[in-house]
């Protein structure tokens, strides 16, 4: 077995929180399930709207990149538009 660093352990958690964050994006875009309904359950409000929008900006960015796949944007418009919804994220 091969010994990891503290480092790569957090990049290998940090991989799979993405990875299942992304699953759990495409089954809403699948199901239909809005971010409202997907966290109803939270009883913290502040966490709630955090998760709520974490979850509508990762179907956006989904949505974003099926449409560059289908050619209905093009990569400087994907670019422009994620830079632009991650940009009014952190602000």
């Known amino acids: 077995m091969q010994d990891r660093t503290y480092q790569q352990a957090i990049e290998d ?4 929180i993405s990875g299942d964050f992304q699953s ?7 199901h239909r399930t ?3 309904d997907a966290t109803l359950n939270i ?3 502040s966490v ?3 998760v709520t929008d974490a979850l509508i900006a990762g179907q956006i960015l989904t ?3 099926l449409m560059r796949d289908l050619r209905m944007v093009d990569e400087e418009q994907h670019r422009e ?3 632009y ?5 952190t602000s």
Request: glycine share 0%; net charge positive; hydrophobic share 45%.
């Open 34 to 36: 809005t971010a409202t």
């Open 43 to 45: 009883q913290d409000e």
């Open 81 to 83: 538009f994620t830079a």
């Open 24 to 30: 759990s994006v495409n089954h809403m875009l699948v």
């Open 85 to 89: 919804l991650l940009r009014s994220l």
């Open 13 to 16: 958690l940090r991989d799979k």
């Open 48 to 50: 709630r709207t955090v």
């Open 63 to 65: 949505l974003l990149t």
